[in-house]
């Protein structure tokens, strides 16, 4: 099937603590239906100094977004900014994706 939300879309996430987000899909992960969406559930990694080459890389916190699922959240409208479902369309016999709506081509 034919993923709905692909990466570079803009997505609002509608449940969980990043509720109302907007953000960028950064990676699709179409075998656990997840995404990662830029600046949603940020996550601290403690990461111990180590050496690699002769290179030492120091110790500290770095933060990173983990995967949400994709039925988190909802692809935005390009007309208005809302959230909005997606129909797949076949123009040319190429899947085309509109948004549900304002009826306005996606791709």
Do not use: C, W, Y
């Not at 609002?12 to 699709?28: A, F, L």
């Not at 179409?30 to 002769?54: A, C, F, L, W, Y």
């Amino acid at each position: 099937m034919k993923q709905k939300i692909r990466k570079g879309d803009r997505v609002i996430v509608v449940s969980g603590k990043d509720k109302g987000t907007v953000g960028e899909v950064i990676r699709v992960i179409p075998d656990e239906s997840r995404v990662v969406v830029q600046g949603v559930n940020i996550r601290i990694k403690h990461q111990p100094q180590t050496q690699s080459g002769g290179k030492t890389i120091p110790a500290g916190k770095i933060e990173f977004e983990a995967p949400i699922a994709i039925s988190n959240v909802m692809l935005v409208d390009p007309k208005d900014g809302k959230p909005t479902r997606v129909r797949l369309e076949r123009k040319d016999g190429k899947p085309v994706r509109i948004a549900k709506r304002s009826g306005t081509k996606i791709d």
